[in-house]
């Protein structure tokens, strides 16, 4: 996914915010026994990780998703950009260059029998291991330093985006 900064700086404030209320507000989504503003009956979150009267595993998408919306900022569906960890890669379309880590990834080491795993919250050091792309170049390249990348012509500034 690539956003340009002019979007994103639309987009970023409301984003905290929406998200804030999703977290914030489990009423919103969940029938809670004993609190008379909640939903009557429980709304399908979308999200596989979400466990009954908290909030949703997901809820920074749910707030990007509103606040682009409420921003006026559109999109466009480009198959070929990202792939979805699990999901096998279109032979009839190139390569994608950026990877959905939201759910569990495995990178398999060669004469490791278990793979290493992570998510979007493994940065954290919230899992086992925790995922630190600058001490893992066993299991993919090293990133490059940012301080490098400013100084690239080829780069389009006004786009951020990230490719493995």
Not at 35 to 64: C, N, W
């Amino acid at each position: 996914y690539c956003v340009h900064r002019e979007d994103l700086k639309r987009i970023a404030p409301l984003w905290l915010e929406i998200t804030k209320q999703v977290r914030k507000n489990p009423h919103r989504y969940w029938h809670l026994d004993g609190d008379p503003s909640s939903v009557a009956q429980d709304l399908d979150t979308g999200d596989a990780y979400a466990r009954r009267g908290h909030a949703p595993f997901i809820s920074e998408m749910y707030g990007y998703a509103f606040a682009a919306a409420e921003a006026g900022v559109t999109h466009e569906f480009h198959p070929q950009v990202m792939l979805y960890a699990g999901q096998q890669p279109s032979i009839a379309l190139p390569e994608p260059a950026l990877l959905h880590y939201g759910l569990w990834c495995s990178a398999y080491a060669p004469g490791s029998p278990q793979p290493y795993m992570f998510n979007k919250l493994s940065y954290a050091g919230s899992h086992p291991g925790g995922f630190d792309p600058h001490h893992c170049d066993h299991y993919l390249p090293a990133p490059p330093e940012p301080s490098l990348l400013i100084e690239v012509d080829h780069l389009n500034r006004d786009e951020l985006s990230a490719a493995l």
